[in-house]
């Protein structure tokens, strides 16, 4: 059964600093990744997504996201985190010709100053 | 984003009332999903459809009535409902491509509350 995992609650950084959220899925074959943003009274919005082909995928916003088949991982990066990227971030994944996206619980993320 | 438009935004209703939340879509697409989202918990996925048809009920209580007379609009009917089913709920749409390769848009979703 598919699975995701985000380890990571709650990060805090500073503004200007980089920053690395991390995802893990279970999957028995090649998977659709994504990660989702949420600001606090919206909806989801779509970051990013990897399908196929390059391993590195760029994003809205600035950020980047890296597959990576061996760890079983989809990280997501930025390398200079603004105070309007406070939100919480969600990773999912779905499986080949169905509807379904199974969601990590989300890492909450603050910006200070 | 207002592809996906949610009414109400906010819903405070008794465990005895009836009411339905509304989603609509402006993006042409033809499936469309209802999720539930509580707090330390992991989105939910409640129901789907494709072309109008349910495809897909996550073992949902009755309570929850879902319909979707087109493909631009649904609906979840709500009766009866208990103070667990206090939660955020959210509409999202996606172009019906091959497999799951096409993102779900999502609206901004109900807030709703359970006295």
């Known amino acids: 059964a598919q699975s995701v995992t985000q380890p990571d609650i709650h990060i805090t950084v500073s503004e200007g600093a980089s920053l690395e959220l991390r995802c893990n899925y279970s999957y028995g074959a090649t998977p659709y990744l994504f990660w989702y943003v949420q600001s606090p009274g919206q909806g989801l919005q779509l970051l990013l997504k990897y399908f196929s082909g390059d391993t590195l995928v760029q994003g809205i916003k600035g950020f980047e996201a890296e597959f990576k088949r061996s760890q079983s991982s989809f990280n997501l990066r930025k390398p200079s985190v603004h105070w309007s990227d406070a939100a919480e971030y969600f990773c999912?994944?779905?499986?080949?010709?169905?509807?379904?996206?199974?969601f990590g619980t989300g890492t909450r993320l603050q910006v200070f100053p | 984003e207002t592809g996906v438009t949610q009414t109400p935004r906010h819903l405070v209703m008794g465990m005895t009332n009836k009411k339905s939340l509304k989603c609509e879509q402006h993006?042409?697409?033809?499936?469309m999903y209802w999720y539930k989202q509580s707090a330390k918990k992991p989105l939910e996925l409640m129901f789907v459809y494709n072309f109008k048809e349910q495809t897909e009920n996550n073992s949902v209580p009755s309570r929850f009535s879902p319909e979707c007379p087109n493909s631009s609009h649904l609906f979840l009917h709500l009766h009866t409902l208990q103070p667990e089913d206090s939660a955020l709920y959210l509409c999202a749409s996606s172009g019906r491509g091959e497999g799951s390769n096409q993102p779900q848009h999502f609206g901004d979703g109900t807030r709703l509350s359970i006295l």
């Open positions: 999912a994944v779905g499986a080949y010709n169905t509807d379904k996206l199974i």
């Open positions: 993006l042409g697409h033809n499936a």
